[in-house]
């Protein structure tokens, strides 16, 4: 009778514990992702103002990552193409401010992704008058060697419009 008492709190023991072990790891792997993307929010404003190498890092630089960007264009598949692109719309801004809303995100120990808008002001390499892009983004991430890594970018202009009735 104590035998099995024992042993059945010793199980019960054993479940609170592991329990407690996957929570605490779920909740650190939300915690790493949210940071992870304040970060990437200081490296998009740093890329927009002529420093790209921390929005380049945030890339995985494998052949399955893709871009449809937000001035329109191809999808780009595959790091090679990507980098290009990225060289190319880093020459287009200067002196830009760069404001995010979150609308909605998620992530799990694989994957994770952010629905968001963006907000770039800024003027344009040779401009002297401000200008405005407002993008709806989707984001999607993997977690490569514990490091979460940007693998698709979906940006679309934010434009007002009356939808058909």
């Given at each position: 009778?104590?035998?099995?008492?024992?042993?059945?709190?010793?199980?019960?023991?054993?479940?609170?514990?592991?329990?407690?072990?996957?929570?605490?790891s779920l909740a650190q792997d939300d915690n790493d992702f949210e940071s992870a993307l304040n970060s990437l929010d200081s490296a998009i404003e740093k890329f927009l103002n002529g420093n790209p190498d921390d929005f380049i890092n945030f890339w995985s630089h494998s052949d399955d990552v893709t871009i449809a960007g937000g001035f329109g264009g191809v999808i780009e598949k595959g790091w090679d193409s990507i980098s290009k692109r990225l060289e190319r719309v880093n020459s287009v801004y200067s002196k830009a401010?760069?404001?995010?809303?979150?609308?909605?995100?998620?992530?799990?120990?694989?994957?994770?992704?952010?629905?968001?808008?963006?907000?770039?002001?800024?003027?344009?390499?040779?401009?002297?008058?401000?200008?405005?892009?407002?993008?709806?983004?989707?984001?999607?991430?993997?977690?490569?060697?514990?490091?979460?890594?940007?693998?698709?970018r979906h940006a679309d202009a934010n434009m007002n419009w009356d939808a058909p009735e």
């Open positions: 009778m104590i035998l099995k008492q024992l042993k059945d709190s010793f199980c019960i023991s054993l479940f609170v514990a592991f329990f407690i072990i996957v929570h605490s401010t760069f404001e995010t809303e979150r609308m909605s995100l998620g992530n799990d120990d694989k994957f994770g992704y952010i629905v968001q808008h963006e907000l770039i002001k800024f003027y344009g390499k040779d401009e002297n008058v401000e200008m405005t892009r407002n993008y709806r983004i989707t984001m999607i991430f993997r977690n490569e060697i514990n490091e979460w890594k940007l693998i698709h």
